[in-house]
C-alpha cells in the first residue's frame, strides 16, 4: 500500500484567504515530498466553498512541481466537459514537463449542475463530453498532425507543442464515485481508476473494482492497473481530538456539499441516473456510521492502522490511498503533526503486518 495527499478546499472565502490555504497546502506537500509519499493531488470545483478555491488543478500543480523534487503531481481529477481538449492537452503537458515528467492525470466529468449552467455545457452531454475529450487529450499527447471532429471541438491537424516528457503520454487516471461502466471503459482503455469510497458501499465499491480489472485483463493489458482511493483521515496522538475533529469537519464539508448538490432536488440527466436522491442521501449522513464502515478515517496510529489493515482487505494491498488531513480549518499544525504520525507510526506498523492478518 502507498500514500499520497490530497487537497479538497472546503470552506467559504470569508472563513480563509486562499493565499493562507495554498502556502499551508504547498507546505504540506513539499513535507509528503521529504517523507517519500507517492503523491500530491489537487481537486477541480468552481463557484461555492466546495472546492472552488481549487478551479485550475495544473496552476496548484506548477507549484508544488517547482517546490518538490520526487513526489508525482496528480490531477485528481481535471474536468474535459468544461475546457478545450487542445487547451487542456497543451496545460498538461506543459506541466508535465515543467515537473521532469512527475505528472499523473485524472480526468472526472464533474457532477454539479451549477458547474455544468455556468460552462453552458448540458449535463446530457457529460458523457460524451468526457470521452471524446480524453481520447482527443490523449492522441494529442501520443501523435503528431492530429484533427478534431468533436462537434464542440472541432480543428484541423495540429501537432501539439510542448510535448509531455512521459510518452506516449502521462499515465492517465479516469475518477468515478459510483458507475460500473465508468469503471469499465477505464479497464478497456487500459487507464487507471480513482475511486471516492465515501460514496457508496464497500460491496459495491468492490463490484466497481472488479469490473474494472476484469475488463483490463480481458482488454489485453499489462497489470492490475493503479487504484487511488480517496479519504479524509484526522489523525492524531489523542482519540478525543481525533473524533471531535473528524465530527465537526465532517459536518462542515456535508454541509457545504449539501448547498453544492442542492440543484439536484429539481434536475435530472440520463447521463446522471440516481443524483436525484443526493439531496437525501446527504441530508441522512452521520459522521459515526461512516467511521464504521470505514469511510473516513479517524483516531490514533493505532485505531487510523487498523482501518487500514481492513481496507487493504477490502480492494488490496496494492491500492493507493491518498489522504486529506486539512479539511476546512483544521489548522497546519494538525495536518502537520498526522504526516508525522503516519509516517513514523501507522506506516511501519502496517509494514510489519501482512493484510489479512
Known amino acids: 500500500m502507498q500514500f499520497g495527499l490530497t487537497f479538497f ?34 481537486v477541480e470545483h468552481h463557484g461555492s ?3 472552488g478555491y481549487s478551479p485550475d488543478p495544473v496552476v496548484f500543480l ?37 515537473s521532469g515528467g512527475r505528472l499523473d492525470v485524472g480526468f472526472g466529468r464533474a457532477f454539479l449542475p451549477a458547474e455544468f449552467a455556468a460552462f453552458g455545457v448540458s449535463m446530457d452531454d457529460s458523457r460524451a463530453r468526457f470521452t471524446g475529450g480524453v481520447e482527443l487529450v490523449r492522441r494529442l499527447w501520443a501523435h503528431e498532425d492530429v484533427a478534431s471532429d ?7 491537424p495540429i501537432t501539439l507543442q510542448p510535448r509531455p516528457v512521459q510518452q506516449p503520454h502521462p499515465p492517465i487516471f479516469v475518477a468515478s464515485t459510483s458507475s460500473e461502466e465508468t469503471c469499465a ?7 487507471h481508476l480513482q475511486m471516492v469510497p465515501t460514496v457508496a458501499p464497500t460491496e459495491k465499491l468492490q463490484r466497481m ?15 492490475p492497473g493503479r487504484v487511488q482511493l480517496k479519504y479524509t483521515c ?20 456535508i454541509e457545504h456539499m449539501g448547498r453544492a448538490v442542492a440543484d439536484w432536488a429539481h434536475a435530472s440527466s440520463a447521463d446522471y441516473p440516481g443524483y436525484e436522491a443526493l439531496v437525501d442521501k446527504i441530508s441522512r449522513y452521520d459522521f459515526a456510521r461512516s467511521l464504521r464502515d470505514d469511510k473516513v478515517l479517524a483516531g490514533t496510529p493505532a485505531q487510523v492502522g487498523a482501518q487500514l489493515r481492513r481496507i487493504a482487505d477490502a480492494f488490496g494491498d496494492d491500492i493507493t490511498v491518498s489522504l486529506h488531513v486539512n ?24 509494514a510489519l503486518e501482512p493484510a489479512g492478518a
Open 9 to 42: 478546499p472546503v470552506f467559504d472565502p470569508a472563513e480563509r484567504s486562499a493565499a493562507e490555504y495554498f502556502e499551508e497546502a504547498l507546505r504540506l506537500a513539499e513535507k509528503a515530498d521529504a517523507l517519500g509519499m507517492e503523491h500530491v493531488q489537487v
Open 49 to 51: 466553498g466546495y472546492g
Open 62 to 98: 506548477a507549484a508544488v512541481a517547482a517546490r518538490t523534487r520526487r513526489i508525482r503531481i496528480t490531477t485528481g481529477a481535471v474536468v474535459p466537459a468544461f475546457d478545450h481538449p487542445l487547451r487542456l492537452a497543451g496545460a498538461l503537458s506543459m506541466l508535465d514537463s515543467l
Open 150 to 156: 468533436l462537434p464542440w471541438a472541432p480543428f484541423e
Open 185 to 191: 471503459a477505464a479497464g478497456r482503455a487500459g487507464y
Open 209 to 223: 473494482l472488479a469490473v474494472y480489472r476484469t475488463a483490463r485483463a480481458e482488454a489485453g493489458h499489462e497489470g
Open 234 to 253: 484526522y489523525l492524531n496522538d489523542d482519540e478525543g481530538t481525533a473524533l471531535a475533529d473528524g465530527a465537526r469537519w465532517e459536518r462542515n464539508y
Open 327 to 350: 479539511p476546512g480549518m483544521i489548522g497546519a499544525e494538525k495536518a502537520d503533526r498526522a504526516l508525522d504520525l503516519l509516517h513514523e507510526e501507522v506506516i511501519p506498523a502496517l
